[in-house]
């Protein structure tokens, strides 16, 4: 359940606030393990890791686009594995940076369900001196 309270302020001189409190549920999409993708280690490491993408309230979709923000340090790869009803996704993200220093990235991946749904991956990436 979500709820959320907006103030709304007009031109009217008898309201000049109006209060508008608004509340539903929010379906879930899919079911991402982990939560995020954290990618950690030296120069010169094979630096990557992998989410499980789960399709959730919806029997199944399909990712029809998948883009990063940046995808400056990251490239990455996302693949349909199973069958109905126990198919997912397999997100691979490996690291491309080469020089110490941290950087952050979102994917976005594209749905083809009605209406058309997008999922955020945040990416966070530490490579150590």
């Given at each position: 359940m979500v709820k959320e309270v907006v103030k709304i302020h007009t031109n009217d001189p008898d309201k000049k606030v109006?209060?508008?409190s608004l509340s539903g549920e929010v379906g879930l999409?899919?079911?991402?393990t982990p939560q995020m993708i954290s990618l950690r280690?030296?120069?010169g490491d094979t630096i990557s890791a992998?989410?499980?993408i789960v399709?959730?309230?919806f029997p199944d979709f399909n990712i029809v686009?998948?883009?990063a923000r940046n995808g400056r340090d990251i490239?990455?790869?996302?693949?349909?594995?199973?069958t109905p009803p126990d198919s997912y996704f397999l997100l691979?993200?490996?690291?491309?940076?080469?020089?110490?220093g941290r950087y952050f990235d979102i994917i976005e991946l594209e749905t083809d369900l009605d209406p058309q749904r997008t999922i955020k991956i945040r990416v966070a990436g530490y490579i150590q001196p």
């Open positions: 109006v209060t508008v999409v899919a079911r991402l280690g030296k120069p992998e989410m499980k399709p959730a309230a686009s998948a883009t490239a990455f790869t996302i693949e349909k594995q199973g691979t993200v490996n690291n491309q940076k080469s020089m110490a």
